[in-house]
């Protein structure tokens, strides 16, 4: 009778497990296909300096970020 009831709570846990992974696994999902990453070819796509997420810096912006990273104009 111990064997059955220790092997029962085992099939139990184990349907637990695959239940909260399955769950886990569709949430991930669902949270991947909202973002959007990036195109295939962005090159090919829109004309280049103007992509998405990124702010556009002005000619001052571009001079002091060249001065910080060390690149000379």
Do not use: C, K, W
Not at 9 to 31: K, P, Y
Not at 34 to 60: C, K, N
């Amino acid at each position: 009778m111990e064997t059955l009831i220790t092997l029962a709570a085992g099939v139990l846990l184990i349907a637990l497990g695959m239940l909260l992974i399955h769950r886990l696994n569709a949430q991930h999902d669902a949270r991947i296909a909202v973002y959007h990453f990036s195109d295939p070819f962005p090159a090919l796509s829109r004309p280049p300096g103007h992509s998405h997420g990124h702010s556009h810096h002005s000619s001052t912006g571009q001079a002091s970020s060249r001065r910080l990273t060390g690149i000379r104009p």
